[in-house]
Each structure stands twice: as C-alpha cells, then as structure tokens.
C-alpha cells in the first residue's frame, strides 16, 4: 500500500511536471524571442532525418494491406475493391499512428537523449546562466518543428502506403492499375482525409513534448541519460496510442 | 559544531562608500532531509575575493549555484548586486545574470557548437551587438586566454585544461562585474594551473572583476589570494606578488553546512584548529 502511494505521488508529480512544460512551451512560443535557427535545424534534423524511416514503413505497410484484403476480399469475390481497403486504412488510422511510433522511437529518443545529456554536464544550468530560457530555446523549436513535420511526414507515409498497395494489386492480386486507383479515390471521405490530416498534428505534440519533458528531467549522470532514452520511447509511445484515441473522438465529433 | 571563535573571524572589509555585491544572510538550504548550507552569512565588496574551501560535498558549488539564482535557498536573503534575489522569477534573474558570469565544474561548454560559437553565445543570442563586433569581442577574450586559433574547434577537439580556458572565456565574454569560479584548475597540471590562477588575478585586477572562487587546490589559492595584475607602460599585464592583496582575499571554509573560518590568507596559514590544519597539510 505504502509502495502504491508514493508510486502514485510520483506518477501525478510527473504530470504535474509536464502540464507545466507543456503550459512554458505555449507561452514562450507566443512571446520574443525566437530562436528561428534551433527551429529550422530542427525541421531538418526532425522532418528529413526521418523520412527513410517514414517511407520505408508506409511503403511495407501499404504493401502488406493490399496483400491481406485482397486474400480476405477473394472470399466474397471483391478483390478489385483492394483500393478502397488499403485508402481507408492507411489513410484515416495507420498512416498516423505508424508514422507517429516511428517518430516516437526516433524522435523522443534523441531528444530525451540529447535534453538528458546537456542537463547531466549542466549545459542546461549554463544556458540559464548565460540569461537563455531553457525552453524558449531547446523546447519551443522542436516542439514546433514536431508539430509541423508530422503530417507532412504521414503525407509522405499515406503516398507511398498507396504506392505499396498498387505494386501488390498489380503485381501478386493481377488488378488492373487504373481499377485500383478509382478504387482508392472511392474509399476515401473528405472526412477522412481531414481526420488523417488532423491528427498528426496532436501526435506530434506528444512525442516532442514527452521527449523533451523526459530529457529535461534527466538525473543521475550517463546512466541517467540511458534510462531517460528508454523512458521515452516507452511513455511517447504509449502517449500516441492515448492520444490517437481522444483525437479520434473529438474529431469525430467536430467532423461528423 | 562549535560557532566560529571571534579571532578566527575575517573583518568584513570592503572600500570606504562601497556597497557589498553579493550578501548572504542566514541562508538554508537543503535537499530532502540532506541539510547542505545551514544559516550561511557573508558578503563580497567589489574588486574583492572570496575563496570556498571545503571537503567535497560541503556545499561549494552550491553557494554559486544560489548567488547566480540556479537554486533558490529554503530560508534565509540573498541580494546580488543590490537587488534581492531570492524569491525572484526567473525572468526577473534573468536581469541580474547579465552582470555575473559563471566557470562551471566541468565547464558545461554547449558541445554542439564552436569554441567561437560558445564564447559569443550570450552575445550572439541576447543581444543586439551587431555580429561582426561579436566576431571581434570573440577574438579579444579567446586571445586573453590564448586560444585565439582555436576558435572554429568543437569543444570536444580540446584538451581539458584548453576547455576550462574556453569557459573563463565565455564567462568573461559579455563583460561581467562578478564572475564565480567552480574549481577551474582541479585537474589541470601545475604550470596550466598557473595559467588559470593568472587569467583571474587579471581579470580582477586589470578590469576590476569581484570574484568567487571555489577551489580543492590550495596552492592556487594561496597564489590567487597573494598575487596581483599590473599592465606594463608596453601594454601588456604583468602578475607578480603584492602583500596587499592579502587583505582582499577572504577564506572560507565550510563544513556540515556552516562556515568554520572565515579570514585572509594569512589568518588561514597560522589557524590552529585541528580540522583547518588537516585541511591544510
Ligand atoms: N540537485 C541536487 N539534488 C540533490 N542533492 C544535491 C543536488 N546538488 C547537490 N546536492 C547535494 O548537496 C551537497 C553539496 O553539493 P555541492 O555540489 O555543493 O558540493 P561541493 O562542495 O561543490 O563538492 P565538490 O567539491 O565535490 O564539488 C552534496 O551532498 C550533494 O549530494
Ligand atoms: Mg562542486
């Protein structure tokens, strides 16, 4: 019971903790000044640091959809609808949510890693020191590079997951190109599309802001820094998968 | 422990006219149930020196950390340059910061920018200094402390004595009043000390810098404590050894969180407390 208790102090400080940054954050991004060149290093090392990543698992996981549907489609005599299957899928929920766990294991990680690092050789209490605000200048710039790159990143991962799709239908399923394209266009709602759109930028925040929230709160010297890393991973992760859920509910709500 | 016997007592000295920069009264502070500084006073008038001296752990880097607002005490006033410090927000600190420099432990150099990159930083990027006379500044205190080739290097190029240097510089970039020193020459061999020991007795001296030192080396000390700056009619400074420096270096020495000695250099040499000796041998 004892344990229980303090597990849970520790669990609502650690809220409490990343409320506060997440609040710090909004506010230095709406105030002077702004670091643009940490924002457009971020935008570099964030958005085209993860694009193999990124296209490589659209393109499998475009690929492994047409490749299940259009066995499963065979039972009913469907399979020229593959389209519409590998669209809607990809589109409205796995093209985000792939794209954000990859970014969770990419993105937060260095963060953590990096935040973890400069707070363990008190570069952080340094840059205090020199009169800069931590978060205006190592928080605000990556969680607004987060933000942004995301859905241009799941952009990325929906095209080409649609291009997989397409070698497969043409290739193993024999469905003519033009079939399947129509297909695909079929599948999609312009709710969707914006649901797909939408969403990333909610994602995004979480995993800048929790690798951040981690790396910041990194004690303890470069084991500290370890444990910060998987850390995480783990809890930006899971914060994907929550977040993805309440952001399809409450874009259910405002779209339909 | 005993309070601390009168004789043993530094006189709190400073010019006729001239306000304390850094006063500590009754300051606490602890982490958890690890009571670190317990009821610390002091102050420091400019031009002047301070040296902590301690067993590790005692709280030395402590006191830096509060005198820059890094920590704010549990208990107890802390004004810095005349303004109270303690309590204050941190974008209210950051105000008073732009007057006081600080030399990390293990120099805390940002290792993901230029030696060039890191002096300037402050320059750079809080202030409206137009970049080419940044450049220039740069050059001035990477020569001071004589890395001037050295300033598009990554600090991890460096060596560690070379780093330390970077960090006096970056402190001193901006042209602080105080500058706090956390052990620059700890691991740093005798004559690169000495290099050290001579950047701060000029930067004190020459422009008038107030200094906090904390150091594990008392031979640095003692040096700091007993030598002075001059410039030569050529121009160039010349450190040499000046008796009356003495009385602008005060020791002091903490132990399980209060301050046991508080006194020049030379009331320091001729202590008899049995700790201070072992301290000193
Ligand atoms: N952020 C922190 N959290 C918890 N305890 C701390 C923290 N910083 C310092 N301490 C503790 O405070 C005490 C004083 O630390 P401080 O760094 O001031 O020592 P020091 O005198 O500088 O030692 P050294 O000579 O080894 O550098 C130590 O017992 C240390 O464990
Ligand atoms: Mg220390």
Redesign the interface.
């Known amino acids: 019971m004892a344990a229980f208790t303090e597990w849970l102090k520790r669990a609502l400080l650690e809220v409490q903790e990343y409320s506060k940054l997440a609040m710090a954050t909004a506010r230095c991004a709406v105030s002077r000044p702004f670091y643009w060149h940490d924002f457009v290093e971020q935008l570099d090392a964030i958005g085209i640091g993860s694009m193999t990543v990124v296209i490589l698992t659209g393109l499998f996981t475009g690929a492994v959809l047409a490749l299940q549907s259009g066995f499963t489609l065979d039972q009913f005599g469907a399979r020229p609808f593959v389209g519409r299957l590998v669209s809607a899928s990809m589109i409205k929920e796995l093209g985000p949510v792939l794209t954000a766990l990859m970014l969770a294991g990419r993105v937060s990680s260095g963060i953590a890693a990096e935040l973890g690092s400069m707070m363990v050789t008190e570069q952080v209490s340094a840059l205090r020191a020199l009169g800069t605000d931590p978060v205006r200048k190592l928080v605000v710039p990556r969680v607004l590079a987060g933000i942004l790159m995301t859905p241009v990143l799941t952009v990325v991962a929906n095209t080409v997951g649609l291009l997989g799709g397409w070698v497969v239908s043409v290739q193993n399923l024999n469905v003519a190109s033009g079939l399947y394209w129509s297909s695909v266009v079929d599948g999609l709602f312009l709710e969707d599309v914006w649901m797909g759109l939408l969403k990333p930028f909610f994602l995004g925040f979480i995993i800048v802001t929790v690798g951040c929230h981690v790396g910041l709160r990194t004690r303890g010297g470069t084991q500290g820094v370890g444990r910060a890393t998987t850390n995480a991973v783990v809890a930006a992760s899971v914060g994907v998968i929550a977040m993805d859920f309440f952001s399809t509910q409450l874009l259910l709500e405002l779209l339909f | 422990m005993a309070p601390v016997p009168e004789e043993l007592r530094g006189p709190a000295k400073g010019r006729p006219g001239d306000e304390p920069v850094v006063v500590f009264d009754d300051v606490r502070l602890a982490f958890d149930d690890n009571v670190v500084l317990d009821g610390i006073s002091f102050k420091l008038y400019p031009g002047f020196t301070k040296i902590f001296i301690g067993a590790s752990g005692s709280g030395k880097s402590t006191v830096l ?1 509060l005198i ?1 607002g ?1 920590l704010a005490p549990d208990s107890g006033t802390i004004t810095v340059h005349g303004q109270r410090i303690d309590g204050m927000t ?1 974008n209210e600190l ?1 105000a008073v ?2 007057h ?3 030399v ?3 120099g ?4 993901s920018m230029t030696v060039g990159e890191n002096v300037g ?2 320059l750079y ?2 202030t409206d200094m137009p970049l080419a006379d940044v450049r220039t500044r740069v050059e001035e205190v990477l020569g001071f402390v004589e890395l001037g080739p050295y300033i598009d290097r990554k600090p991890s190029e460096l060596s560690g004595g070379q780093r330390r240097r970077v960090a006096i510089a ?1 402190a001193m970039a901006f042209k602080p009043k105080l500058l706090l020193y956390d052990e620059p020459t700890t691991g740093l061999d005798p004559i690169t000390a000495l290099t050290v020991d001579a950047e701060i007795i000029k930067l004190r001296d020459l422009e008038g810098v107030t200094s906090v030192l904390v150091t594990h080396q008392l031979r640095d000390a003692f040096y700091i404590a007993t030598h002075g700056a001059a410039r030569a009619p050529e121009g160039h400074a010349i450190v040499s050894a000046s008796p009356e420096k003495v009385e602008e270096a005060d020791f002091v020495m903490l132990r399980d969180g209060k301050i046991v000695f508080e006194g020049s250099a030379d009331e320091l040499r001729t202590a008899t407390d049995p700790y201070l000796r072992a301290f000193l041998s």
């Open positions: 950390k820059l890094l941190e950051f910061r732009d006081t420099g600080m990390f432990q293990e805390a150099l940002f290792d930083f402050k990027e809080e970056r």
